[in-house]
């Protein structure tokens, strides 16, 4: 491991910054989180990704102090927080709605942790003028929240639960109520942030391309229980089970039975009369398994005539095309009624598209391009 | 500005005639020269001048607004206490039954509320007075300084609360700072009502006030039985300006609010 990656989670030497130990919460019958553990290090941007209702929002709120576990043990810098109020925390959360006070100017929202601090009149001035350089808000500071756009509140909160300087700070659902364009830019900006105050963050998302863009590691969650835990890319690439292939990007799955054929290639039967697939794979799977193979559009190549020399590649009919601008995606009908996404990158004109609806074409793809998931 | 079509107008003709007639006849009669109630006899400013020689209706106005600013003030902290609890409390034990049970004087006859006091009072041996009309006056202006106030929790956004404590207030900070300066419109509405409640009440007042402390409702309704003076209706009078005065200027400031706050949030739409 050279020194310049940021990679603690795989450093045995690491301690990590939060520690969740056996963590599950129960709202009456409803079991929010269940027996979770996690570890969270230090400088680390951490995405907790997951449709609604899947606990992150409460893992995020037992970090900040609102919601209590009701078994387990969550440790902040190897300290058990479960008795220190969130007044007490070095935990600072930005809110979904923001929470701006809106009987106070942006100036006085930046300050109000620090006063209640109790920092000295000087640096509240001083660190306040930094957070809102910082957040690029030196020109709204005497205005009141309800006279400044949305981005802007957006940056105050940011601002707000910096300002503190915490350990940690959660974001919950930070560019929701953002449109598309300024998210995208404001996902760069929380990045710049995070790396220029070294400061740990953790957000709650349900977009998995805000995931995917901001942060160091992803954790995919659903019915309170984590299910995979990886870089972007891994997550991506290799997903672990077929429900975090699905939830994060586009996927094709293709049901079969796995036959190894080596320490990591697999010949995986998936239709009669057709030639096994082959596939390499890090998942191991027995001889006989159930399996499906998790193949990302982008990674299947449409062609008119069959590629000679592809690993697999299989024949089929142009069902749909959905035309994106910058790439086409190729609904494709296998003879066994199956439908598989092509996308291609239209490098062309689309008046010099080579396939239409209907054409009979091949598609195909390489032993290494998909991953084998166990049922 | 469209003109009213005959219909609309012989209605709201009627309507504010049924409002307001009494009412301006009562101001009209005060600037009566007579002493005849009901003939005139030309204008006068007399029964002004003699009200504020009248030493028994100067101590009654005393008394009535000393008992009003005091039973609004102490309802009006009580009210919005326990309109935070019940909003805010969660589900503790009998939360139903508290919450029906605050507004229960709502719809109790004032007679009952009266004469229950009467009893408690007579009962711990409190001897009737100022402090009396007080202690009964708060008792049933709460309740409407608690719906008003408990209306304006429900839609608070519960995480500026949290915000507050995430930046490292106590409870107790997080409300005094944060939650009671965004209420504090709702709650100075609820002192308001309150106030009127108190201002006007007759019924219970009767009922808790001695002959140490009369206040102006029953010292009216009691010279009214020996027979209306001018001086009632310039007393009247006064009071229905007092009141004028308090709802329009309330009304203005309210617009005036409202439209700066427009125009600030239109500013920041365009920069």
Not at chain 1, 18 to 34: L, W, Y
Not at chain 1, 266 to 278: D, F, I, Q, T, V
Request: some cysteine.
């Amino acid at each position: 491991m050279t020194a310049s990656v940021f990679e603690p989670w795989n450093d045995p030497e690491a301690k990590p910054l939060i520690h969740f130990q056996n963590v599950t919460k129960r709202f009456g019958e409803f079991t929010a989180i269940d027996n979770l553990t996690i570890d969270i290090y230090e400088r680390e941007f951490y995405a907790l990704l997951g449709p609604s209702g899947c606990g992150k929002t409460t893992l995020m709120r037992m970090l900040a102090g609102f919601e209590t576990p009701t078994e387990g043990k969550i440790f902040l810098a190897g300290q058990d927080i479960a008795p220190v109020p969130p007044n007490k925390r070095a935990v600072n959360m930005m809110f979904q709605s923001y929470a701006l006070f809106p009987h106070l100017s942006i100036w006085e929202n930046i300050a109000f942790g620090l006063k209640r601090e109790g920092m000295a009149k000087a640096d509240i001035q001083q660190r306040v003028e930094e957070m809102l350089r910082l957040t690029r808000l030196e020109k709204f500071a005497r205005r009141k929240p309800h006279q400044i756009s949305g981005g802007q509140r957006q940056r105050v909160a940011l601002a707000r639960s910096l300002a503190k300087a915490p350990k940690l700070l959660l974001l919950d659902e930070p560019l929701g109520a953002l449109d598309k364009k300024l998210r995208q830019d404001t996902q760069f900006e929380l990045m710049d942030i995070q790396e220029k105050t070294g400061t740990t963050f953790v957000i709650v998302t349900h977009d998995q391309e805000e995931a995917m863009t901001v942060a160091s590691r992803v954790a995919v969650m659903d019915h309170g229980k984590i299910i995979q835990v990886a870089t972007p890319d891994r997550i991506y690439e290799t997903p672990n089970s077929v429900y975090v292939a699905d939830f994060i990007g586009d996927v094709n799955l293709i049901e079969g039975t796995a036959r190894p054929t080596g320490s990591d290639t697999y010949a995986m039967s998936w239709h009669e009369g057709l030639p096994p697939l082959k596939v390499q794979s890090p998942n191991s799977l027995s001889d006989g398994q159930k399996c499906h193979l998790a193949i990302r559009p982008e990674k299947v190549a449409i062609n008119a005539e069959k590629p000679a020399d592809a690993d697999n590649a299989v024949q089929g009919r142009i069902l749909d095309i959905a035309y994106l601008g910058n790439i086409s995606t190729y609904h494709v009908e296998l003879p066994t009624g199956a439908v598989i996404k092509a996308q291609t990158a239209n490098t062309r004109r689309i008046a010099r598209r080579a396939f239409t609806w209907e054409d009979t074409v091949w598609l195909s793809w390489t032993a290494t391009a998909g991953v084998l998931l166990a049922e | 500005m469209k003109r009213l079509s005959w219909f609309n107008a012989v209605s709201l003709t009627l309507g504010f005639a049924f409002l307001y007639i009494p009412m301006v006849i009562l101001v009209i009669f005060s600037f009566n020269e007579s002493k005849l109630v009901t003939v005139w006899a030309g204008f006068s400013t007399r029964w002004y001048a003699e009200l504020m020689q009248n030493e028994a209706f100067l101590n009654a106005a005393w008394v009535t607004i000393k008992v009003a600013v005091f039973s609004s003030t102490l309802a009006t902290v009580l009210g919005t206490l326990a309109a935070y609890v019940l909003v805010r409390g969660g589900r503790f034990m009998g939360r139903t039954l508290f919450s029906g049970m605050i507004y229960a004087p709502l719809v109790m006859p004032e007679v009952i509320t009266g004469l229950s006091l009467l009893l408690l009072f007579i009962g711990i041996g409190l001897d009737r007075g100022v402090l009396t009309i007080v202690l009964a006056h708060t008792t049933f202006s709460m309740c409407y300084v608690s719906v008003v106030v408990s209306s304006r929790l429900v839609s608070f956004d519960r995480s500026l609360e949290e915000a507050a404590l995430d930046l490292g207030c106590s409870a107790a900070e997080a409300f005094r700072l944060v939650t009671l300066p965004i209420i504090a419109p709702a709650v100075i509405s609820g002192w308001l009502l309150a106030f009127t409640l108190s201002l006007d009440d007759l019924v219970i007042a009767s009922f808790t006030s001695g002959p140490a402390a009369t206040t102006l409702p029953i010292k009216i309704f009691s010279a009214v039985r020996l027979g209306v003076s001018p001086e009632i209706n310039a007393l009247s009078t006064i009071m229905i300006a007092v009141v004028t005065v308090g709802v329009i200027t309330a009304s203005l400031v309210t617009k005036h609010q409202v439209a700066r706050q427009r125009r600030e949030e239109m500013e920041a739409v365009r920069s």
